[in-house]
T-cell receptor, first 115, second 114 residues
Framework: GAGVSQSPSNKVTEKGKDVELRCDPI?????LYWYRQSLGQGLEFLIYFQGNSAPDKSGLPSDRFSAERTGGSVSTLTIQRTQQEDSAVYLCASSLELAAAGELFFGEGSRLTVL | GDSVTQMEGPVTLSEEAFLTINCTYTATGYPSLFWYVQYPGEGLQLLLKATKADDKGSNKGFEATYRKETTSFHLEKGSVQVSDSAVYFC?????????????FGQGTILTVHP
């Protein structure tokens, strides 16, 4: 597609449920990133992929968070046993290659609300 | 660790006023610096960037100069328009082996009135 596509755009879930957030990067972009935007924490880096590999997972807040990328394209961020503090907008971004890091193209985000 | 500090908002201006949004950073090595903008209902977009000291990034009438001596990257525009109303984020990328790990400031809300 023309831009980074994320789904769902909005998700409301109950505490303790698992959620999956999907990101479809710009075609041809090899690097993919996940960030979280919340009122209290601003924009936080979560994880990035180069191809299907995730060299740096240090930003994931806990072991309830995981992410994968298959075929060098679509990525899924999974949050298990959601907690209220997981409520935030989850942003996905892509770039042509890692060398262009910083020049990221962002999606509109998936807003997660945990009740 | 790396950090970015932006002037607190919100900032409210009249059309054609001069805009400055201050940004200072703390980082080791030689980071690249960026301004991203988020218009209402849209995703973050790169506004401008600078990759080394004394570089000036510019786009859409906005400018920012990478000042290593003052560790600053202030955003300026000579004459703002209503359409510039958005949230502005200063960010740095450490480069090296930390690709993609942008550190963002808290964001500054700009509202421009006709």
């Amino acid at each position: 597609g023309a831009g980074v596509s994320q789904s769902p755009s909005n998700k409301v879930t109950e505490k303790g449920k698992d959620v999956e957030l999907r990101c479809d990067p710009i075609s041809g972009h090899t690097a993919l990133y996940w960030y979280r935007q919340s009122l209290g924490q601003g924009l936080e880096f979560l994880i990035y992929f180069q191809g299907n590999s995730a060299p740096d997972k240090s930003g994931l807040p806990s072991d309830r968070f995981s992410a994968e990328r298959t075929g060098g394209s679509v990525s899924t961020l999974t949050i298990q046993r959601t907690q209220q503090e997981d409520s935030a907008v989850y942003l996905c971004a892509s770039s042509l290659e890692l060398a262009a890091a910083g020049e990221l193209f962002f999606g509109e985000g998936s807003r997660l609300t945990v009740l | 660790g790396d950090s970015v500090t932006q002037m607190e908002g919100p900032v409210t201006l009249s059309e054609e006023a001069f805009l400055t949004i201050n940004c200072t950073y703390t980082a080791t090595g030689y980071p690249s610096l960026f301004w991203y903008v988020q218009y209402p209902g849209e995703g973050l977009q790169l506004l401008l960037k600078a990759t080394k000291a004394d570089d000036k990034g510019s786009n859409k009438g906005f400018e920012a100069t990478y000042r290593k001596e003052t560790t600053s990257f202030h955003l300026e525009k000579g004459s703002v328009q209503v359409s510039d109303s958005a949230v502005y984020f200063c960010a740095l990328s450490p480069g090296g082996t930390s690709y993609g790990k942008l550190t963002f400031g808290q964001g500054t809300i700009l509202t421009v009135h006709p």
